[in-house]
């Protein structure tokens, strides 16, 4: 099991500023698709298939992650993968046609996927033991900060005329800072991390993180829809576009505080069992929230619904890796990648199938569907969970 020895403030920050950089493709793409319509359209279809791409290819390389966690050194990593994120989105901007936005999400996915693991070794390596559960909660709080950057940048942009691709500029310049500031951090990175032994896939072990790995799956296929959807979903229903990109500004600013505090909190209450169940009880809460968004049509219930959809379905994914992570010291590379892998996985199937249903049903199935599948994720991870618990006390006995 890696220590982690006394870090800096900004090595807390690092994950997440790295993901932040390299989302962005993908994760603007909601917020800013009603500016976007004006070089090339843009259906919900695509959108979906946007943020599925980038997930996709996400999934395929995290399984290669592990491999590379075990062989390069962290910051190493990270520094490379943020310099590629940078490049792309100054492309992105240069060349704004949606066969580029296509290769680019194609291109950042892989990067995500290849650099999880590391990242999130990075956090149990270089950050002390109590500020972990924030570190991780800051890392998986860049894809809402990144929608929401995007939704308030959209305003400011329609005010003032500009086009979509500024935004994009100001990431690239973000992502240059960035790789500044992981160089310095590459002095007291610990290397990396060698390959755990494997495990009988019989195991009581590896059963528990399978199904913990499915209610990710799971969780990730029902809460990843929000973001890209909420907006034009409400636009649907009648709402004016202004309306439905402030509620997503400010339901996004919301999911990135509580991602946060959630985080500082886990390092502080319970046991990381105690938390993948109020991972379940989150779960439940946004797929009521879902439910009400896809079928109440007053704006009032629907705002309310969105931002507790928001809050507690985004809220959940830096809880649930760092607890699965401390479940399992012995085998965290296996682990996190097995997790990872799970809700990049689901984020792919997420927004697919709802981009289709929306288009060839309606938005009301398609957020009843990412309702049910919140439901039968809280129901994977209480099962995982007991099964957690049990080899836990087979291995006191």
């Known amino acids: ?11 807390i920050l690092l994950p997440g500023a790295v993901a932040l950089v390299i989302v962005t493709p993908a994760m603007s793409v909601g917020a800013l698709a009603a500016l ?23 999934a395929a390389a995290t399984r290669l992650g592990e491999r590379v966690a075990s062989r390069y050194p962290a910051t190493l990593v990270g520094l490379w993968a943020v310099l590629t994120g940078s490049a792309v989105c100054a492309g992105v ?29 990075l956090i149990m390596a270089l950050v ?7 570190a991780f909660g800051l890392r998986v709080a860049a894809p809402p900060a990144t929608s929401t950057l995007a939704a308030v940048t959209a305003s400011i942009l329609v005010a003032h005329t500009w086009s979509w691709t500024v935004y994009f500029w100001l990431m690239a310049i ?10 310095r951090a590459s002095a007291r990175d610990p290397g990396p991390v060698p390959p755990s032994p494997r495990e009988s896939g019989r195991s009581p072990a590896r059963t528990s993180l399978t199904l913990l790995a499915v209610g990710g799956l799971l969780a990730a296929a029902s809460s990843t829809v929000i973001g890209p959807f909420l907006v034009v979903s409400m636009v649907d229903q009648g709402h004016s576009t202004a309306a439905a990109t402030t509620l997503l500004a400010i339901g996004g600013w919301l999911v990135i505080v509580s991602r946060v505090g959630i985080g500082f909190m886990s390092d502080r209450l319970g046991s990381p069992s105690h938390h993948l169940r109020l991972v379940a009880l989150m779960l439940l809460a946004c797929g009521a929230g879902m439910a009400v968004i896809g079928f109440d049509r007053s704006f009032a219930a ?15 994914p830096g809880l649930y890796h ?19 892998s799970g809700t990049y996985f689901g984020s792919v199937l997420g927004p697919f199938a709802f981009g289709l249903v929306a288009d060839h049903a309606s938005y009301s199935t398609a957020w009843g569907m990412s309702a049910a599948a919140a439901l039968a994720a809280s129901c994977f991870l209480v099962l995982g969970v007991r099964l957690v618990r049990r080899v836990a006390r087979l291995a006191t006995v």
């Not at 995500?112 to 990242?119: E, T, Y």
């Not at 002390?128 to 924030?134: A, F, S």
């Not at 973000?174 to 160089?183: E, L, N, S």
């Not at 629907?302 to 959940?316: E, P, Y």
Request: charged fraction near 10%; proline fraction near 4%.
């Open 322 to 340: 760092h607890s699965v992570i401390s479940s399992f010291p012995e085998s965290q590379a296996r682990a996190t990648s097995l997790v990872q």
């Open 36 to 58: 976007m319509r004006q070089d090339f359209p843009l259906s919900a279809s695509e959108i979906g298939a946007l943020v599925g791409l980038l997930f996709l290819c996400s």
């Open 174 to 183: 973000v992502g240059i800072g960035v790789a500044g500031v992981m160089w």
């Open 128 to 134: 002390p033991r109590r500020q972990q559960g924030l």
């Open 93 to 121: 901007a240069l060349v704004h046609t949606k066969p580029i936005l296509f290769a680019a999400c194609f291109v950042v996915g892989v990067v995500n996927g290849l650099i999880a693991p590391s990242l999130n070794l």
């Open 302 to 316: 629907a705002a309310v619904a969105a931002v507790v959809a928001l809050g507690f379905g985004w809220s959940w």
């Open 1 to 11: 099991m890696t220590v982690a020895v006394q870090g800096r403030a900004y090595d």
